[in-house]
């Protein structure tokens, strides 16, 4: 009969749901972190500081949210990713974030991935420290391979979603251009109620 000890593992090291030897390193570096987050329909981005009795989320994000600057297109692609990001560095520029660091979580880091999308976003306005190989490419941000994707396919296809709506994928790069300006607009607007 075996007398071993049984070393119980904390609960969200056993889900999968923390990395404690990365969120150490985050935590040891006392800098606002960039935590990006995806799910199956959007991508979630928030400044988070860490407190003793919990991380505070200074600011927020969502993909859902760029709707309201006119975005018509799918909340998770790569364009949507990077104005997600640039909402999210604009907002956090106003509540005082000078600088951040990234944290992916549990993604794996894929050379001009949507978090990388989201990092190019938010460096806009935030300093945060990278490297420029893993940001994805001006054209893949403003959707040039979604729409060249979209003109190869057959009708009735994956962007039927679009028709319905009335909206035309080959358009991807103006309504790309349209919403960031409004998402800078906002801000400018903003600072100079602040001022005036």
């Known amino acids: 009969m075996s007398r071993g000890r049984h070393i119980v593992v904390y609960r969200r090291k056993r889900e999968r749901t923390t990395n404690y030897r990365k969120r150490l390193k985050a935590l040891l570096s006392k800098r606002v972190r960039l935590v990006v987050r995806k799910s199956s329909r959007h991508i979630i981005a928030q400044f988070i500081a860490y407190d003793e009795a919990g991380d505070r989320v200074l600011v927020s994000a969502h993909s859902g949210e ?3 600057f ?10 949507a990713a990077y104005l997600t990001g640039l909402l999210a560095g604009r907002r956090a520029k106003e509540a005082g974030v000078s600088e951040a660091i990234l944290d992916m979580g549990l993604n794996t880091p894929v050379r001009g991935c949507r978090i990388y999308a989201v990092l190019a976003g938010a460096t806009g306005f935030i300093s945060i420290p990278h490297s420029k190989e893993v940001l994805p490419s001006d054209a893949r941000l403003r959707g040039k391979h979604i729409a ?11 962007f039927s979603q679009y028709n319905k709506k009335g909206l035309n994928i ?20 903003k600072g100079k109620k602040k001022n005036g």
């Open 170 to 189: 080959a358009s991807i790069g103006d309504a790309f251009k349209s919403v960031q300006e409004s998402v800078k607009a906002e801000e400018n607007r």
């Open 66 to 68: 760029l709707k309201k």
């Open 148 to 158: 060249e994707f979209a003109s190869m396919e057959k009708k009735g296809n994956q």
């Open 70 to 79: 006119g975005w018509g297109f799918d909340t998770k692609n790569l364009p």
